[in-house]
């Protein structure tokens, strides 16, 4: 069964980019959507964005253009850049798959964003 | 963006008792295929959110069939027909028709 799991830094500074990284073991990463979610510590689940498999993206509006994703099908691997950072990105980021209706989840990397 | 409300956000529940959880959407989430894509999730503390219920009322593998959705357009609903102790939690609602993809609130549920 397909497994995900979220790597990269704990700990980012204010104004500096976060950049994670999802694995995809157990099945392909072809054909499918990939998605970015977060939860702030104690709050609700906030969709970040998106990436199909070819490279198409969707970005939640709300952080601008301050987001981006990319995909590497090579690795099975998909990955999140989101810059300039502030205290209001640190959150648990999931990564997840699915294009309506998300059935995969990671555990979560919990970053926080802090001098 | 399609705003999702769900109600209540607190629910003292007692065991074997049912339980009921709404969930309504600012627009339709009918998508053009035809189909309506409303999630339902369950998150235990410290866990990733675990779907239970897609498309309205479409089970996943390995669900209790304690857990039940319903509904059309924007209001959806979610129901336990008896509580167990491990329904503890925070279960959300997901729209998946709009972009972008929007949560509810979440509801709290705990045993009395």
């Known amino acids: 069964q397909v497994q995900l799991q979220e790597s990269g830094p704990g700990l980012v500074k204010p104004s500096e980019t976060l950049s994670l990284s999802c694995s995809v073991s157990?099945?392909?990463?072809?054909?499918?959507?990939w998605n970015w979610i977060r939860q702030p510590a104690g709050k609700g689940l906030e969709w970040v964005g998106r990436?199909?498999?070819?490279?198409?993206?969707n970005y939640n509006p709300s952080l601008g253009s301050r987001v981006t994703l990319s995909v590497d099908a090579s690795r099975n691997q998909f990955s999140l850049n989101l810059g300039p950072v502030s205290a209001a990105d640190s959150a648990v980021y999931y990564c997840?798959?699915?294009?309506?209706?998300?059935?995969?989840w990671g555990h979560g990397i919990s970053v926080t964003v802090s001098s | 963006d399609s705003e999702v409300t769900q109600s209540p956000l607190f629910l003292p529940v007692t065991l074997g008792q049912p339980a009921s959880i709404s969930c309504r959407s600012s627009?339709?989430?009918?998508?053009?295929?035809?189909?309506?894509?409303l999630n339902w999730f369950h998150q235990r503390p410290g866990q990733s959110p675990r779907r239970l219920i897609y498309k309205v009322s479409n089970r996943d593998s390995g669900v209790p069939d304690r857990f039940s959705g319903s509904g059309s357009g924007t209001d959806f609903t979610l129901k336990i027909s008896r509580v167990e102790a491990e329904d503890v939690g925070v279960y959300y609602c997901?729209?998946?028709?709009?972009?972008?993809?929007?949560f509810g609130q979440g509801t709290k549920v705990e045993i009395k």
């Open positions: 997901m729209q998946g028709t709009h972009w972008p993809r929007t």
């Open positions: 157990g099945g392909s990463i072809n054909n499918y959507y």
């Open positions: 997840a798959r699915g294009e309506h209706d998300v059935d995969v």
């Open positions: 990436i199909y498999s070819s490279g198409g993206t």
């Open positions: 627009q339709s989430l009918v998508y053009l295929d035809g189909n309506t894509y």
